[in-house]
Nanobody, 126 residues
Framework: VQLQASGGGLVQAGGSLRLSCTAS????????MGWFRQAPGKEREFAAA????????YYADSAKGRFTIFRDNVKNTVYLQMNSLKPEDAAVYYC????????????????????WGQGTLVTVSS
């Protein structure tokens, strides 16, 4: 599975961005899709995940109520709609795909994911 992330950019605090992650290759082997982020000087952290069939969206506490993860089946693309952005949301955002069936408790863990995209930079100005 190959993943191509896009959609990052510069936005003012309170604004919105939509990130895209397009999957190609052996997409039938994907089970769960996740978004992680890594701010400068910090460890990579989980943001949101969704099953490849579009079910069971799952969010980090920091994302709940502001971010929405959803999938376009036709385009093999998973999106992360980010609203009410805060300066602390600034990071490189990575999409990832996991091929093993797992429950929500595993969605937050990097080891759940076998494939990673290249990252897209989100900058939030205050």
């Amino acid at each position: 599975v190959q993943l191509q992330a896009s959609g990052g950019g510069l936005v003012q605090a309170g604004g919105s961005l939509r990130l895209s992650c397009t999957a190609s290759g052996r997409t039938f082997s994907a089970y769960v899709m996740g978004w992680f982020r890594q701010a400068p000087g910090k460890e990579r952290e989980f943001a949101a995940a969704i099953l490849w069939n579009g079910g069971f969206p799952y969010y980090a506490d920091s994302a709940k109520g502001r971010f929405t993860i959803f999938r376009d089946n036709v385009k093999n693309t998973v999106y992360l709609q980010m609203n009410s952005l805060k300066p602390e949301d600034a990071a490189v955002y990575y999409c990832a795909a996991g091929s093993r069936a797992s429950g929500p408790s595993y969605y937050t863990k990097e080891r759940t994911y076998d494939y990673w995209g290249q990252g897209t930079l989100v900058t939030v100005s205050s």
